[in-house]
């Protein structure tokens, strides 16, 4: 099977070094030397593009900008990167949502894919006006996936849940196509919203016997559901042409980090509810030493950024070799990072796909049959990806 790499936007700014922020951390926590404006934002979606990566994953929460107005001002200036826009149920109607989603594929020509956000902190939740405990807040979202594809398939639906009613809801044009939804969570009340209603299970970067686990549980999960699912890994990354420059960028970034500022921050995630962000903190416990927490595999990120906290470092024959040993466990999609973004995407892009290429596990979107066999990747011209 092909492998799918998607990338990100940091819509909360952009460094050189680590970018703070993130999951269970408050607005004004994130933020960078290179602010999120839209021309900025514009080169990393470009680059993306060129260089063969699917979709580009777009966070949500209250330290970055809005999902949804980012990627739809964003994507007029692509023709077939994806968006994968993160949002959280609980704070619009699903009959919004399944209405936003139709509009969305229709102007972008089928470009959205949704990661829902059932959401891990009750404090960011009540800024939102969102009081349900955490519980509450996935049969909430259990509901509002039932609503929205019984939308999506052309219905009419009349629902009266416990957190959630609708009567007589209905969409005058469908989705086309019905997006595909990604979702990740590490609780049982997650397993089983997961098994029920999407397409494609994310789990952060840890290491590959832990992987393995929750791959294998959420497979059960869905088995008894009568569903299959895909998998995907969230990670960042720092490829070079060999491991020790790689690991010289990591050193780098970790010496960047001020001791004050990772000591603020952890004592912040140690209140999360999150059990994938508790499963995160457990790699590293705050400590800067033995970060390498399998090889290859480095815990540094998650020193000062909530949510995905690990990061694949090594050369490019390295980094290749750890996506492909996820790909074994059943990893197909993988949503890659690194700061800074642009240069980031390129180093991996040039890097590494031409090696997982040469391994029949990766082929450029935008590459026929003959110029997958016949021209090297770095010939593939800017304008065959319809970047624009």
């Known amino acids: 099977m092909t492998l799918t790499f998607h990338w990100f936007l940091p819509t909360y700014g952009d460094s050189r070094d680590v970018v703070g922020g993130g999951h269970g951390l408050p607005a004004g926590s994130a933020g960078g030397a290179r602010p999120a404006t839209l021309a900025y934002l514009r080169q990393i979606v470009q680059a993306a593009e060129q260089l063969g990566f699917v979709g580009a994953l777009t966070p949500t929460g209250a330290w970055c900008e809005d999902a949804w107005l980012t990627t739809a001002m964003l994507a007029a200036t692509t023709e077939r990167l994806k968006f994968l826009v993160a949002f959280r149920p609980g704070f619009v109607s699903p009959t919004l949502a ?33 009081f349900l405990d955490k519980d509450a807040r996935y049969a909430r979202t259990d509901e509002f996936l039932h609503i929205v594809r019984s939308l ?168 290749a070799d750890r996506i492909e040993e996820y790909h074994r466990l059943g990893i197909t999609e993988f949503v890659m990072s690194g700061h800074p973004h642009v240069e980031e995407a390129y180093w991996f892009g040039e890097g590494v796909l031409p090696i997982l290429r040469e391994r029949g596990l990766w082929r450029h979107p935008a590459a026929t049959d003959e110029t997958a066999a016949a021209i090297p990747f770095a010939a593939i011209p800017f304008a065959a990806t319809g970047s624009g």
């Open 98 to 130: 399944a209405q936003m989603t139709a509009t969305f594929q229709r102007h972008s020509q089928g470009r959205l894919l949704l990661n829902v956000v059932t959401g891990g902190e009750s404090h960011e939740q009540r800024a939102y006006g969102d």
């Open 152 to 319: 999506w398939r052309g219905e009419s639906v009349d629902f009266t849940g416990e957190h959630l009613r609708v009567e007589g809801a209905r969409l005058d044009r469908l989705p086309d196509p019905v997006p595909e939804v990604y979702f990740g969570g590490s609780s049982p009340a997650a397993g089983r919203v997961a098994a029920r209603h999407v397409d494609a299970y994310l789990t952060w970067g840890e290491p590959p016997s832990a992987v393995a686990e929750k791959i294998a549980w959420v497979n059960g999960l869905a088995a008894a559901e009568g569903r299959t699912l895909k998998h995907g890994i969230r990670l960042h990354v720092i490829t070079r042409d060999t491991g020790e420059q790689a690991w010289a960028q990591a050193r780098r970034l970790l010496d960047g980090i001020d001791p004050a500022t990772v000591e603020k921050v952890q004592a912040g995630l140690a209140r999360s509810e999150s059990e994938g962000q508790k499963r995160m903190l457990a790699l590293h416990g705050g400590r800067r030493d033995e970060l390498e927490i399998y090889p290859n595999l480095w815990a540094g990120v998650g020193l000062v950024r909530g949510g995905a906290g690990t990061a694949l470092v090594g050369s490019h024959t390295e980094v």
